[in-house]
């Protein structure tokens, strides 16, 4: 009828806060209206590469900076292969949404065709980089943000936990819900863009106006005059790895098939091919802009950057490349500048979302298989995977703290692990489509299938060429801790899989007769008591109608009057069941316990031992401090004891009795978890309460066992 009275007391405090944050919980049955449109898909899957246009060409120009504004000129030739790479990788994965459109994406393919081992490097990769994603987001959204706000550049940690924990919030809502709040934001960044770029290109091709951006007329001090050879050529290749995080997210809609509405692999390749192509085009046409307005940025410029040969100093602030071509093209302060600005900081939080859907996602997949906990498969009251919601957010959390919410340090870590995920999936498409034209005999399934391992063969051979250039260039700048991380994951995920495979064996039920099947030569009652009172009394009668072979009630002598007084009471009220007294001199309970009912199994090893303990059933969380905890630790030490039971037999007091009636009016709505449960029965009639100073079933089983008592 109602969940333990511990939990309905609980849930007073937290029911009302958690149903205005995420509102009112959701049945399993409308599962169905919660998946995405291609409209909403979009922004919801696609927000991470669409906004990489805003950090992206910035990049670039960060790294050739170091060869001086002359390096420049390369930057249209780098933008050209990120586009290349581009159209590669996203023709590559709509082979993948339709041959594997279960969500299980880059994981699944790689399991399949390269192997467990193979998997799980793809998962880990992905789960490390999906944290990132949140990090470096957030960052360079509050950055962005700082420019014009300076308050939240002075507490831009604090700034960047707070927007984690709203984008949390938002996502805890439902992925249908976070959509479209999402849609909107992004939209308007991505027509700010094509607005700047075709009023640029009118301005400069038409009008002939000459833009100039706020830093054309500063110059760069090149940290390395003249490179050439091997030295340019590096440099040119450090500068087209980072460009390449325009890539990052690419596969999380591979990840999120199971999200988009029918036909679902249908609509998640045309949003794929959406994605690609704002993401190409808004890509080349800031970094266009870029060069067309001179814009200047240095990777450290308080030094490299001068003003009429002055270096600028420690206090000036260097606003995006985005920012400063908005400001050529629209004119500081213009009412385009400004909205552009604010859905480029606002689409740079929102981006995050990309990895906040795709993270839950895998991680349930990887739940299921049994390489993470599997609270993450648990779908919570909004049917969004909560837990790996929550996990992803104190993960991400994390990395802000440490590097400071600074953008610059966060994307030396970025896009190694999405690439290791690129060249192990596209490898194992390859093997796909070689295992199906082995027994294919159909002349135009063949031709389709050749066409597609010809996409994935390029893919497998340039995402993997790139994914040594990344990590040749970015590995001494931070890549180091990716791959660590990457580690990390993956032996987490062998030893919570080992350590499954191996409860399963060890619980797995035999066919024949065993230990467990036997039945015990006798069962040797111990009944608890500290003192004679009703639950001791309600105790006692319980454990005499269970017709144990053998039973006895045991205490524990701490105090000597007190135990004389026990002994008195039992012996006045003519109780038929022998008291046994415990000596204690350093007047421990727990301890001489265990070792009587151990001494018990010694002695006869086939019998059943079990001990009965009275406990209290309160109503109100603060009162749970102050009873059971000793029968709270009593029953903890017994969970590792060989042949004990453990019963509790509660005693309902006045305040549990109140607390029933308030969890009985709060039985019509849907309580906490109750979507885990499962949908609750039409018709099902209610179970009559309990009368006063009688135990009641319900509430005896699910708050008098040892989880209440924690």
């Not at 998946?35 to 246009?53: C, E, G």
């Not at 151990?598 to 969380?621: C, T």
């Not at 903890?636 to 453990?646: C, K």
Request: hydrophobic letters at 45%.
């Amino acid at each position: 009828m109602f969940e333990g009275l511990r939990s309905s007391v609980v849930s007073k405090l937290t029911d009302v806060p958690k149903r205005i944050l995420i509102g009112r919980a959701l049945r399993s049955d409308r599962l169905g209206e919660t998946l995405l449109p291609k409209r909403i898909a979009l922004p919801v899957f696609a927000s991470d590469p669409l906004s990489s246009v805003a950090y992206a060409p910035g990049e670039v120009l960060l790294v050739l900076s170091i060869a001086g504004v002359s390096a420049y000129h390369f930057s249209p030739w780098i933008a050209l292969a990120v586009v290349v790479l581009m159209f590669t990788v996203v023709a590559s994965y709509r082979q993948n949404v339709h041959a594997y459109p279960s969500g299980g994406g880059d994981y699944e393919v790689a399991t399949t065709n390269l192997g467990p081992k193979a998997g799980l490097t793809v998962a880990s990769a992905l789960l490390v980089d999906y944290v990132l994603t949140v990090a470096v987001s957030i960052a360079s959204g509050i950055e962005n943000l700082g420019s014009a706000i300076p308050f939240v550049v002075e507490h831009k940690v604090a700034c960047a936990v707070a927007v984690i924990v709203l984008l949390t919030l938002m996502n805890l809502r439902g992925v249908k819900e976070s959509g479209k709040l999402f849609a909107i934001p992004t939209y308007v960044f991505v027509a700010g863009v094509f607005i700047m770029i075709a009023w640029g290109a009118f301005r400069g091709v038409v009008l002939g106006d000459t833009m100039r951006a706020p830093t054309a007329e500063y110059t760069i001090k090149a940290e390395h005059q003249g490179l050439a050879g091997f030295a340019l050529v590096f440099l040119l290749l450090r500068a087209f790895s980072s460009g390449c995080a325009a890539l990052t997210g690419v596969e999380a809609i591979s990840n999120g098939v199971p999200a988009f509405r029918k036909p679902k692999s249908k609509n998640a390749a045309s949003t794929l091919a959406a994605m690609g192509l704002l993401a190409v085009t808004m890509f080349c046409g800031i970094i266009v802009l870029a060069l067309v307005t001179d814009v200047r940025m240095a990777e450290n410029p308080a030094a490299d950057l001068l003003h009429n040969g002055v270096a600028v100093g420690s206090g000036y602030v260097q606003n995006p490349v985005i920012t400063q071509v908005a400001e050529a093209v629209f004119g500081k302060g213009s009412f385009l500048f400004i909205v552009l600005a604010a859905a480029t900081a606002l689409v740079l939080f929102l981006a995050a979302n990309t990895a906040y859907n795709g993270f839950p996602v895998l991680g349930s997949i990887l739940a299921q298989d049994r390489y993470l906990p599997r609270q993450l498969h648990t779908r919570g009251d909004r049917l969004a995977f909560s837990n790996g919601i929550v996990l992803l957010a104190g993960a991400a959390t994390l990395l802000v703290v440490i590097y400071g919410a600074d953008s610059t340090r966060l994307i030396q870590l970025y896009i190694v692990g999405v690439f290791v995920s690129f060249t192990l999936s596209q490898t194992g498409m390859v093997r796909h489509w070689n295992r199906l034209l082995a027994t294919e005999t159909d002349q135009v399934k063949r031709r389709h299938m050749v066409r597609s391992r010809a996409i994935n063969t390029f893919g497998a051979f340039f995402t993997g060429l790139v994914l040594v250039v990344v990590l040749g260039t970015k590995f001494t700048h931070g890549a180091w801790v990716a791959l660590l991380g990457m580690v990390i994951f993956y032996g987490t995920m062998t030893a919570i899989r080992r350590h499954y495979d191996g409860v399963s064996a060890e619980i797995a039920a035999p066919e024949g007769p065993s230990d467990d099947t036997v039945r015990p030569s006798r069962v040797h009652s111990v009944l608890l008591i500290s003192k004679i009172h009703r639950p001791t009394l309600r105790a006692l009668a319980y454990a005499k109608l269970m017709r144990s072979d053998t039973l006895e009630a045991l205490t524990v002598n701490v105090d000597p009057a007190e135990t004389k007084t026990l002994r008195d009471e039992w012996e006045r009220r003519g109780i038929d069941v022998p008291l046994k007294v415990l000596d204690s001199p350093y007047r421990e309970v727990t301890r001489p316990v265990i070792e009587y009912v151990k001494s018990l199994r010694q002695e006869s090893p086939r019998d059943a031992v079990s001990v009965i303990i009275p406990e209290y059933v309160v109503g109100h969380w603060y009162e749970h401090l102050l009873h059971n905890q000793s029968a709270l630790r009593l029953k903890g030490r017994l969970l590792f004891t060989p042949g004990v039971m453990v019963t509790s037999v509660p005693y309902q007091l006045q305040s549990s009795e109140a607390a029933k009636k308030r969890a009985r009016r709060r039985s019509e709505w849907n309580a906490p978890g109750s979507v885990r449960r499962g949908p609750l029965q039409e018709g099902r009639p209610k179970e009559p309460s309990a009368p006063r100073g009688r135990p009641d079933p319900g509430s005896a089983e699910s708050s008098s066992g040892p989880d209440a008592n924690n």
